[in-house]
């Protein structure tokens, strides 16, 4: 059989192993670059992966070295932190706008064809906070060389064995007695991460996906308060939860930020929220998802570390909301 191969940027996070993993399906094999080997080299057990390299991919002869004789690129690097700036701080600036627009020019310099980018659901140049700005110059930067056939994904946040979210906001309630909750009443449409993985996976050669951005979002909007009691009743550990006013919010973030290591929250998360993190409508026929998983189906399991018993399958529901 023959390979096709492929440079997955950010393949070592939470939603690239998911990519990663459904890619062994497939005649694709993957590099993965990463800046800690130690804590990626795990991938190299999955059959799609021929390579895990620790690399700096902020360096453009080592970008080139690595988008060299591939078929296709898909970038999954994000973060959720910046230290601020206007339209947005350096952290964002570097891995959400600079980096697509180098990975793209290295992209049409060496011939490959193809580029897969992740931005995010609500990222817009007038956005309330940071991290929506960057998204969007960075699908600006995605799409900015005509010979590479580029496609845009924005997720709704991400639910799934491993996530940032749910897992958090059940681990929080392991340890404390009361949940005190900024953005309580934000609506969220949270979108199942083997549904983004397949989104990705199908659209590498997908050709009606070219040039487009596409919405990901789940079947079903809840507000944060629901979502929060949720993660708390299928850990085992429901707690109360009271909403924060906002500038009790806001405080309670500028505190967290000035702890040591990643915050909790800092007040460009709790300015993502003042927008609602909603699909502006159904998901595009053309990604093929039929179906959505939903959060009921799954999170219990995995929150808890259970497997589904037999005959329990995830709820599929049809994507036209
Ligand atoms: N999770 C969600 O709910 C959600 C929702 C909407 C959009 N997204 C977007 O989806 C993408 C993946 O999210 P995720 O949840 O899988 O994130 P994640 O688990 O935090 O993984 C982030 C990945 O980016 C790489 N990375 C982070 N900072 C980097 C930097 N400065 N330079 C180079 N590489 C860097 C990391 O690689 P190494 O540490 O190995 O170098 C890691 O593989 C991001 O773009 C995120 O904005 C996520």
Redesign the pocket.
Known sequence: MTFRSLLV????????GHVIAKLAQTDWRVIVP???FE??KHLLELTSVDDVIEAD??DDAVLDQLVRGQQAVIN?????HSRPGSPYGP?FA??HVE?PRRVTAACAANGVPRYLH????GAARDAPSMYLRS?ADGEIAAFSQPSVATTVFR????FGEG???LNMFASLQRFLPVMLLAGAEAKFQPVYVEDVAQAFVDALLNERTIGKTCELAGPKVYTLRELVRLAGEYSGHRRPVIGLPEPLARFQAMVLEHMPGQPLITRDNLDSMKVDNVASGPIDPELWLDDLVALESVAPYYLTGRKPHTGVDVVHTRSGR
């Open positions: 940027l950010g393949g070592s996070g939470f939603i690239g990463t800046r800690h804590d990626a991919i902020h999954l690097v994000g973060i959720l952290d570097k891995a980096l992740m931005s995010a659901l998204k997720p709704a946040v991400v996530d940032h979210f």
